[in-house]
């Protein structure tokens, strides 16, 4: 028995000492099951956001897993339901951090929750990725909270843009700002503000409390102002408010522009339902980040996406939705970065996937996890540019790119009208001034 | 037009929504002892149902009406099934109020893969538009607030010239009284509830119709401005929710056009704690639940 022993102890060490030869900085990518949390509304007002995080993770998982997993390891997705309400979301990140000791990685915690739950998850030493833009993550000084997505500032800068130089009937010079009264809703307003007023247009502002039953006496008042423009977000109200705006206008439904987080299905299917297919797609515009929907990764992405139908019906239908282009790269650049430090421990990967997403000079640029793992197996370092396209993280883990404006067709896809030249861009920073 | 006349039509839309939710609500309340914080819930099933009959093509109005049966039976086993049960062994009004949580957050999950999250719309045209000087309604909006008043008619005369009223406020105000006296309490207590269920079906319906689009969210809104009104009227007073309907319903819309739509709730709530202080059973409780009915 003795003899038996050893000779086990002895296999399990050479087998330790054979696994995972891609790198040498880590101890091992251990066994078991990885775990990716969705920790993100599934329920509550914000209730669609969570869908599309967690359409990430599931088109994310059979690539790693397809492709040898991450050293063998296969990836899982769990939802944790915040409600989008921080008092709902700490005790679910709580629970999804002490009782999964497998997690690699997190992904969502939007703007409802991210202020409580990312230091919860940065104690935790788990890097996240955050679908979050308000502005007090711009310098944040938690390492393991990534952003793939620009603040909101950026988006307002973009609208502007839409307003002064979107195809026609833009330019607009009169707009009414109507998003919902809380902070993360309100952070459009100051640099839409500015930049538009600096630029020659008029603004106002016409706070709404999100959820209200219905948005009359607010509809008036932003009538009464006549704007030509209306600036908008307002997740989960906007069919309600952009409803009754037709009904007083006499029918006439008033140009609006978008944030990027209108550039979902589920904001199109509740528009749409309020105030027509038709009159969304002529009076909508939108803005979001440069995706070009084409491409190795975008090809790996949605053929994983559809087939992710089986266990997610919805899953398909985010197949232009940037959050999920972008959490699905996040989760695919932390499973890099494991297998490029050997390492299951992440404060030896946290730092990595900085150095996956950006890259170095000489770094060999893949667009799937196969070649990924391939070009670290062959001593190569990597840059991954994903579905989503490039990742440029600056040394407080944010990254962007630059803005396309945006409309919908009647199917409810995403068409992109034109691209704002860096100059346009340049003006718009330049007069927002935040 | 000001736009003060305009909010003063909005809060007369409001306030008839909100009377038809919150007069069923209270009424469950002071008869039944029961505060049913599962009724959001209920209107948004209610809601649904009306739904499903209009994306089959049937009028919205037609789809109201099964919206009120519909929460007259859900109320009706609601009560039959759990509620009554729990009381019957004698559970706390606390241990009641927390088996209704859970019975709203039951029904809430329980939908949630039926219907989605996705916020929906009836296929309904808001109707032409009809001016008197400043206050702008639609079509529907006037339907509204006609059907609100005809339903606040009928539950005065309910309560005040039928038997089955006399019934109802003899129940609310001592039932062991009222079973000695032959009343067959338990017989009007399955009809409140019908009654109120119905009440709370054609609440969701209307509360939906008047938002535009609504989702398995909305539930919670519906139950607050319900709740709050009552609560303002005099728990268990159907004449105060009535009271308490037109306040915030106004009170909300005119102070969104007088001040700043970030407030109007604020204001209408800071009226409610303010009446809570200097009368806290409400503009019109008296001794005993339903007795300013008669």
Request: include cysteine.
């Amino acid at each position: 028995m003795r003899f038996g022993s050893a000779a086990c102890s002895l296999a399990v060490l050479l087998l330790a000492a054979c696994g995972g030869g891609t790198g040498t900085t880590g101890s091992g990518l251990g066994s078991g099951d990885l775990l990716v949390g969705v920790l993100a509304p599934f329920s509550g007002a914000d209730a669609g956001l969570g869908p599309a995080y967690y359409a990430a993770c599931l088109a994310a998982a059979p690539s790693i897993n397809n492709n040898g997993g991450v050293g063998g390891r296969q990836v899982k997705c769990q939802q944790f339901d915040t409600r989008g309400e921080p008092a709902d979301a700490v005790p679910a990140a709580n629970q999804m951090v002490a009782s999964n000791s497998n997690l690699m990685a997190v992904v969502g915690c939007t703007s409802d929750e991210a202020s409580t739950v990312a230091p919860i998850v940065d104690r935790a030493h788990i890097p996240m990725f955050c679908m979050t833009g308000q502005s007090e993550f711009n310098k944040t000084r938690l390492p393991y909270f990534h952003r793939l997505v620009p603040a909101d500032i950026f988006d307002a800068y973009a609208m502007v843009g839409w307003a002064l130089y979107g195809p026609s009937p833009a330019p607009f010079h009169k707009a009414a700002l109507v998003f919902g009264n809380d902070i993360g809703s309100q952070a459009f307003v100051d640099p839409a503000t500015n930049a538009f007023t600096k630029l020659g247009g008029q603004v106002k502002n016409f706070p709404i409390t999100l959820g209200a039953a219905s948005y009359r006496t607010e509809v008036a008042s932003v009538i009464a102002y006549q704007p030509d423009v209306v600036f908008t977000e307002a997740l989960g109200s906007a069919g309600t408010f952009l409803g009754e705006l037709k009904t007083q206008n006499g029918g006439k439904v008033i140009p609006f522009i978008g944030t990027s987080a209108t550039i979902d299905p589920t904001w199109f299917q509740q528009v749409s339902g309020a105030i027509g297919v038709n009159d969304l797609v002529q009076n909508y515009g939108g803005v979001d980040l440069g995706y070009d929907f084409s491409g190795p990764a975008y090809t790996e992405f949605i053929t994983n996406l559809n087939a992710a139908a089986s266990t997610f019906s919805d899953a398909p239908k985010y197949k232009q939705r940037g959050s999920t282009l972008h959490l699905y790269d996040g989760i695919i650049m932390t499973a890099l970065a494991m297998v490029a430090t050997n390492s299951k421990d992440p404060t030896v990967y946290n730092p990595k996937i900085k150095e996956i997403a950006n890259g170095g000079s000489g770094a060999t640029v893949v667009h799937t996890y196969k070649d990924g793992v391939d070009a670290l197996k062959a001593g190569k370092t990597i840059r991954f540019v994903g579905a989503g396209g490039e990742n440029n993280f600056d040394q407080y883990n944010n990254s962007q790119s630059g803005y396309i404006l945006v409309k919908y067709n009647a199917a409810g896809d995403e068409v992109k009208v034109k691209q704002l030249t860096p100059d346009q861009t340049q003006k718009i920073s330049q007069a927002g001034g935040i | 037009m000001t736009i003060f006349e305009a909010a003063f039509g909005f809060g007369l839309v409001s306030m008839s929504v909100i009377a038809i939710a919150a007069v069923g609500f209270t009424m469950q309340f002071g008869i039944t002892n029961m505060i049913n914080l599962a009724y959001g819930e209920v209107m948004v099933s209610s809601a649904y149902v009306a739904y499903s009959l209009n994306r089959a093509g049937v009028s919205i109005w037609i789809g109201m009406i099964a919206g009120g049966i519909f929460g007259a039976v859900f109320s009706f086993l609601l009560n039959r099934v759990v509620y009554a049960p729990f009381q019957r062994k004698g559970t706390s009004y606390l241990g009641m109020v927390i088996v209704s949580l859970a019975i709203s957050l039951m029904i809430a999950n329980i939908l949630l893969p039926i219907v989605s999250y996705n916020s929906v719309s009836y296929a309904e045209h808001a109707g032409s538009i009809i001016r008197f000087g400043g206050v702008v309604l639609t079509v529907n909006q006037m339907i509204i607030i006609v059907l609100a008043v005809a339903l606040m008619v009928g539950i005065h005369a309910l309560l005040r010239y039928t038997r089955l009223g006399k019934a109802m406020r003899a129940t609310a105000a001592n039932p062991s009284l009222a079973r000695n006296c032959g009343i067959p309490t338990q017989r009007v207590i399955d009809m409140v509830w019908l009654i109120t269920g119905a009440l709370c079906g054609v609440a969701g319906v209307v509360a939906a119709l008047n938002s535009d689009s609504f989702a398995i969210a909305s539930g919670g809104g519906f139950l607050i401005t319900a709740l709050a009104a009552a609560v303002l009227g005099g728990a268990g007073q159907p004449y105060g929710a009535m009271i308490g309907a037109v306040i915030i319903g106004l009170m909300t819309e005119l102070t969104a056009a007088a001040w700043s739509a970030e407030y109007k709730e604020v204001v209408a709530f800071a009226i409610l704690v303010l009446v809570m202080v200097l009368r806290p059973q409400g503009l019109l409780a008296k001794r005993g639940a339903l007795a300013a009915a008669g």
